[in-house]
């Protein structure tokens, strides 16, 4: 039932999902990952949710640096 479900709200979606991630590493310190949700469902050739992140920890700590400062 909830996987049709969530198949359903997929197949409506239309927007592009951003959003900014904190994440435990495995040794133990924190990454910070940006990232993006599309809905490829309807791509004949993909028929799927494309999930891209990629790692922003070194610009979130610079802000940080930089915030300090001001």
Same mark, same amino acid.
């Given at each position: 039932?909830?996987? %049709?479900?969530?198949? &359903? $709200?997929?197949?409506?979606l239309i927007?592009?999902? +951003?959003? +900014?991630?904190? /994440?435990? @590493?495995k040794?133990r @310190?924190s990454?910070? +990952?940006q990232g993006?949700?599309?809905?490829?469902? &309807?791509?004949k050739?993909i028929?799927g949710?494309v999930?891209?992140l %990629?790692d /922003?920890t070194e610009?979130i700590n $610079?802000? %940080?640096?930089l915030?300090?400062?001001?």
């Open positions: 039932m909830l996987r %049709r479900n969530t198949e &359903n $709200a997929f197949q409506n927007l592009l999902y +951003l959003f +900014l991630l904190e /994440v435990n @590493h040794k @310190h990454v910070w +990952l993006t949700v599309s809905n490829k469902l &309807n791509d050739d028929k949710i999930v891209n %990629r /922003v610009k $610079a802000n %940080r640096k915030e300090k400062f001001n």
